[in-house]
């Protein structure tokens, strides 16, 4: 199965990549992950991508395509694939056709996941992050066991340069003027779901996996 989940930033695409990644045995591919990792690593992308990171916009097109059709490539994504965060742009999305031709594949499923502006902040601005293994918590909504410190690997969490408020207004705006006109572009195509993306993680699961037709046990 290939995938792409689209959605604001905090509409909760990372947390929901996981339940996927596990029933489908696909891979997740977070363009947001492998920058952050480029960034910390020093490598040549992350020299690229740094500032805009910092400043929640967006990497060039040009950059993330090329990164894009390496990964997918890769042999851990031959069964299919979960997109988090890519594509962010109508010309990373006919990249990704052409990508997947060559590739001779097409996508499968474009799930949407929405929520009030409002919503969006508070989960954005109270959100951390594990160091180690890039697992999600909240520090109101979903806080972890000891504080500070991720509860699968134990690793340090933090907070995002971009989770920060000054940041993450940027971040609506640059989804609203680029990432929004992808809905109609994937909903002309037939491909996109549309995933009500209010309540807990477990009710939103189940909602995804209802839009994909799969019968999920919610345990
Ligand atoms: P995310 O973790 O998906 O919220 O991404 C964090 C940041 O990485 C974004 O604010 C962008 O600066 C950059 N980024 C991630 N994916 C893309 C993409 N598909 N196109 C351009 N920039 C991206």
Redesign the pocket.
Known sequence: MRVVLLGP?GAG??TQAKPLQEKYGICQV????I??KAVREHAPLGKQ?AE??D???????D??LKL?AERLQEKDCEKGFIL??????VP?AEGLEQILRDLGSGLDFVLCIQLPQGVLIQRLSGRRTCKKCGGLYHILLNPPKREGLCDSCGGELYQ?Q?DREETIAA?LR?FETQTAPLVDYYRMKGLLREINGVGSSEEIRSRVFQALGAEHDLS
Do not use: N
């Open positions: 930033p695409k990372g977070s363009t947001g992950d920058l952050r991508a805009y990171l400043r929640g916009e967006l990497v060039p097109d950059v993330m894009v988090d965060g890519f594509p962010r742009t990373q995002r971009d971040r640059v």
